[in-house]
């Protein structure tokens, strides 16, 4: 089938889209613009200082530092399944704020020249972002950045201009300029997608340019999805409502914060990361601790259907069954645990009847594996003798 009748196809779809088309597309445009693209779902990393993999650019950084040679084939795109557990407490609040996602990106590490890099990237880009049928686009560029204004001028975005759209690498010692390619919604701006350009060598005003010029991106293909669809948050697409179709009853941001952790549990148990004490494996019982949880404050909540219409709603390669199983054991686990502290912060209660110093903290976490937040649970569960 020819690229104008896909474009012609897409342009008039009335079914909604999801992320799976979404992946579809930018892999038919990003290869016609001579792009390898390849899937990984593997969030494991070589990447010494990281747990997960953080985006689709982790596993070129020392390429584009230029401390090792690029692949073979220099253009490349991707669709990188990646973790983030910073910021835990966003989850569920922002719409966009997601534990595990799959990032989109496109990457070159051998272009002659700035306008060269700029002219691929974002026409790229752009193209992807309109064969997926998003309107209002916005590109964001520094003030400076002619070369990327002269790209942007015979294309759709309308032209932002923002002096935080820099580029500084202080560990490689390079930086350059991002553009921000987005929509504007009721005058809203949202990012969609990332690009990074690294032009020189150098960090300040002595900083020279380089004749070959790299660029890295990132697109979160949940946003794209809901951009696709005229959403104006990612929980709004159809797979994350029917994960949460038995949490009708809970407000609606409970319910997306429960239905990303378990998204974030089956995508880590996909991986074979099971909950342990080893850093990474920490992070995966955080994540299975904060189900728990939820199910303490929401009796009613039945954990096992919603971990397993998150599975089906988002078409994650891991059994359901395994899944339930690891969630029953940590809840057994967290139960008994929170058996043995409750019995601990009722005696210092009744000893010193007063808030546990930082100290305190540190012993009930390393002892019996419950964070600040649950010990602080307990503590008002004891003062209403709710326990």
Not at 11 to 35: C, K, N, T, W
Not at 129 to 150: C, E, K
């Amino acid at each position: 089938m020819s690229q104008d009748k896909r474009t012609h196809e897409l342009s008039y779809r009335l079914e909604p889209m999801d992320e799976h088309e979404v992946i579809d597309v930018a892999q038919m445009v990003l290869s016609g613009y001579g792009f390898q693209f390849g899937i990984n779902a593997d969030i494991r990393t070589d990447n010494p200082t990281l747990l997960f993999n953080i985006s689709g650019g982790v596993q070129y950084e020392d390429v584009l530092s230029g401390d090792q040679y690029p692949p073979a084939y220099p253009r490349q795109a991707s669709v990188q399944r990646c973790i983030r557990a910073n910021g835990l407490s966003k989850v569920g609040r922002t719409g966009r704020h997601h534990i595990a996602f799959d990032m989109l990106g496109h990457f070159s590490f051998f272009e002659f020249g700035e306008a060269a890099a700029k002219q691929l990237a974002i026409t790229s880009a752009v193209a992807t972002l309109q064969q997926l049928g998003i309107q209002n686009l916005f590109a964001r560029v520094h003030p400076d950045d002619v070369l990327s204004m002269t790209v942007l001028e015979g294309l759709e975005p309308t032209l932002l201009v923002s002096e935080d759209n820099t580029h500084v690498c202080n560990q490689r010692r390079r930086s350059g300029t991002r553009v921000e390619l987005g929509r504007i919604t009721d005058g809203v701006t949202t990012e969609l997608w990332n690009i990074v350009f690294t032009t020189h060598e150098g960090i300040d005003e002595k900083r020279s340019p380089l004749g070959i010029v790299a660029f890295d991106s990132g697109a979160s293909i949940d946003r794209l999805t809901a951009a696709a669809n005229g959403l104006s948050t990612d929980y709004e697409v159809a797979s994350w409502v029917h994960a949460r179709r038995t949490l009708s009853g809970l407000d609606e941001g409970t319910a997306c914060r429960i239905t990303d952790f378990a998204r974030a549990a089956a995508v880590m148990v996909s991986c074979d990361v099971m909950p342990g004490p080893k850093a990474e494996q920490y992070i995966v019982r955080k994540v299975f601790a904060e189900l728990v949880r939820a199910r303490l404050h929401a009796p009613e909540i039945i954990m096992d259907a919603v971990i397993r219409d998150t599975i089906q709603a988002h078409g994650l390669a891991v059994e359901p069954e395994r899944v339930v199983g690891i969630y029953r054991s940590e809840e057994d686990r967290f139960e008994r645990l929170l058996r043995q502290g409750t019995r601990v912060v009722m005696k210092g209660m009744l000893r010193h009847g007063e808030q546990p110093t930082e100290e305190d903290y540190g012993d009930y976490k390393q002892t019996y594996g419950l964070d600040q937040e649950v010990v602080d649970w307990l503590l008002t569960a004891v003062s209403n003798q709710d326990l």
